[in-house]
């Protein structure tokens, strides 16, 4: 006689009051009456009607958030193929016209709280963001920006990195930025591939309870960026503008009402960095109405925010999720900005600038629940959070004692989404939904007006199986084009190589029968430390510039109790010994040269670095093997250069087991 599974039983559910009070819930029913969508059968209904009929849900989005357009669409989807989708052609319109519009009725309202690692809150009311954009925005006219020019920032998240972008964006230049703490290789492989005209700095940052001076790393930007027109010095650590650049405060001194750039949909708005993997990173641009009715849909409907909210991701300037977080204005949310280390100056910090903040919403990455779970940390015994509806978490996949972890030291009452997506896309495929239940180790669901899919590799769609993210249908924020590729390939070859037609992400996930989602990692070799992505061909770059150091291999790799090991092999030239010296000299290399992130946790000799057959690093299979894949199932022979050097990996694998 068989005994049934028994089926697990859910963490968190929201109760009814709840689940009629979301946004979602009332869109829905809104739908329902106005566009056809399914009054009945909850969020599932909700998602199936919104794939199935892409065109008329966003039209709804666009209706329900009043997003207005100067010159009207002339259809939502015109070609709906991938890449190359076409959306709401014709129509003409501003996105910090929208992230500002709610300073008309709420003009001292906060708009943004800053906090450094003082944890002194520092406010910029509604009227005076718009009051400064629309100074900002006049100036950058007078130096001759135009639409389409690009704007950089090499800046730490502070109100002015914010009000840079709004006014980039209001003049219909292209925004995109740094943050101070990446060297300047870093910064230089990403903005000489845009040639911006205008470069934002900071004199310096301050992190772990420390002053970094940047004033030598500015200047080599500006000497190696030769289309900069301006440089715009912001005296964070209070010290004067260098020879030739502008002061910040003369140039939002004004008191001038913003002028909005009317542009296309497809326009750019701002640029965003892959890691870089191999060779220089990507250079993703996404358009303004894009971003703009993604993210009304991702922060109004899944993230449930509104203007009595306030919205805290720990985040840089450096990562999609501090483009996420300025969007929450669109909202009319007050955006909580915080500049400094994420536990300075202990572990649990970042619980107290919620508390002092009173945000509704926390974001972090799963790395730092983690590591509070780790270091004992008791945020809820500590701190008041009472007004913390939802923790969200992404970066990595959350583990299941981190959800177990929250539920019992944040509240059991608070609403856990762990979210996943990607820069390519600034948004999420799957994640919060306000209505479901939340179960341990899930996402709850796949996000609206997204078909996301788990496929085999001849493209069969699976259930209750690992697969690779896969997403069937164009999304406004895909990006409209990568950089410098004319032609496309490059865009094509990154997602749409694998299953022509249909964007494959690069996770390894499992779509529940339940509706649920279950990331795995990563099924590339793209870095993932503390939540943010990294890419490794920046490690190689500055490790291999070391005389000792023939080649190397650095890997992310997933464990499974949730921690990440991050080691770098390295092949040494003739002569030379991996001692002390030479581990400190390619930490202090890397450390200087990229970012304390960069280190890894463990510096390897090896007898060498395989490659294919074509000379490239083989990075993929020697994770598969060091996570315990066997070398049959890891790798293609056919493939390599070496086999002989994968079996060293393995060997060190099974030590390790």
């Known amino acids: 006689m068989s005994t049934a599974v028994p089926q697990p039983q859910p963490l968190w559910q929201p109760d009814p009051a709840r689940v009629e009070a979301a946004a979602v819930t009332r869109f829905q029913t809104w739908a329902a009456e106005h566009h056809g969508a399914p009054a009945h059968g909850g969020y599932e209904a909700l998602h199936r009607w919104s794939v199935e009929h892409l065109d008329t849900f966003w039209e709804a989005v666009v209706d329900w958030f009043d997003i207005r357009f100067s010159t009207p669409y002339a259809r939502v989807l015109g070609d709906r193929t991938m890449p190359g989708a076409q959306w709401f052609p014709g129509a003409t319109l501003n996105y910090a016209e929208h992230a500002l519009r709610h300073a008309a009725d709420r003009p001292d309202a906060p708009a943004l709280l800053h906090v450094d690692e003082t944890h002194e809150t520092r406010t910029v009311t509604w009227a005076e963001l718009r009051r400064q954009v629309g100074s900002l925005a006049a100036e ?52 000489q591939q845009v040639e911006p005209v205008v470069l934002f700095t900071v004199d310096g940052y301050r992190y772990g309870g420390k002053e970094h001076d940047r004033r030598d790393t500015v200047a080599e930007l500006r000497a190696e960026l030769p289309t900069l027109r301006a440089v715009v010095h912001i005296p964070l650590l209070g010290t004067a503008a260098p020879e030739g650049a502008l002061d910040w405060s003369a140039l939002t001194s004004a008191d001038t009402e913003p002028d909005f750039e009317q542009v296309p949909f497809d326009h750019p708005l701002w640029v965003l960095y892959s890691s870089g993997t191999t060779g220089l990173p990507k250079a993703i641009v996404q358009s303004q109405g894009g971003i703009l009715v993604e993210h009304f849909k991702q922060l109004g409907l899944h993230c449930d925010l509104g203007p009595d909210d306030r919205f805290f991701w720990y985040t840089s ?7 996420f977080l300025i969007s929450g204005l669109l909202t009319g949310t007050t955006v909580v ?44 015994r500590d701190h008041d959070l009472s007004k913390v509806k939802c923790v969200a978490t992404t970066g990595s996949p959350l583990p299941p004692d981190g959800f177990r972890w929250l539920h019992d030291e944040v509240g059991d009452d608070v609403w856990i989404a762990s979210v996943s997506g990607g820069t390519d896309v600034c948004s999420c495929f799957a994640g919060a939904v306000p209505t479901l239940p939340v179960y341990i ?29 896969v997403v069937t249908n164009p999304m406004p924020s895909m990006p409209i084009h990568f950089w410098n590729d004319p032609d496309g390939s490059r865009y094509h070859d990154s997602y749409f190589d694998t ?22 990692g990563r099924s590339d070799s793209t870095l993932n430390r503390q939540g ?84 490239k690093r083989i990075e993929v299979p020697v994770k598969r093997l060091l996570q315990g894949t066997p070398m049959e199932k890891a790798v293609n022979p056919g493939s390599v250069d070496n086999l002989d050097l994968l079996r060293f990996y393995a060997d060190l694998a099974r030590d390790r087991a």
């Open 140 to 191: 950058l006219r007078a130096l001759g920006v135009r639409p389409g020019d690009r704007v950089s920032g090499y800046l730490p998240n502070i109100p002015e990195a914010a009000v840079a972008l709004l006014a980039t964006a209001a003049v219909g230049a292209v925004w995109t930025s740094c943050a101070p703490d990446f060297g300047a290789r870093s910064v230089l492989d990403r903005f």
């Open 317 to 323: 300037t450096g990562w999609m999720m501090w483009n």
């Open 337 to 380: 900005l915080y500049d400094g280390s994420p536990g300075y100056p202990e572990t649990g910090a970042q619980w107290a600038i919620a508390e002092r903040t009173g945000a509704t919403l926390f974001g972090t990455s799963a790395a730092y629940v983690m590591a509070c779970r780790k270091a004992d940390v008791h945020p809820a």
């Open 441 to 469: 180790g899930e996402l709850q669901a796949p996000c609206l007006g997204t078909d996301l899919q788990a496929w085999d590799p001849q493209g069969k769609p699976l259930t209750d199986e690992v697969g690779e993210l």
């Open 499 to 520: 299953y022509p037609g249909a964007w494959r992400h690069g996770d390894w996930i499992t779509l529940t029968t339940r509706g649920s989602v279950v990331i795995h």
């Open 532 to 615: 943010v992505r990294m890419g490794s061909a920046d490690i190689y770059e500055a490790v291999e510039r070391l005389p000792e150091i023939r080649e190397s291999l650095v890997l992310g790799i997933e464990q499974p109790d949730g921690g990440y090991w991050m080691p770098l092999f390295v092949h040494l030239a003739p002569g030379a010994t991996l001692d002390d010296a030479l581990r400190t000299k390619i930490k202090k290399t890397i450390r200087e040269q990229l970012s304390p992130r960069h280190v890894p946790d463990e510096i390897i000799e090896a007898p060498g670095v395989p490659h294919t057959l074509t000379g």
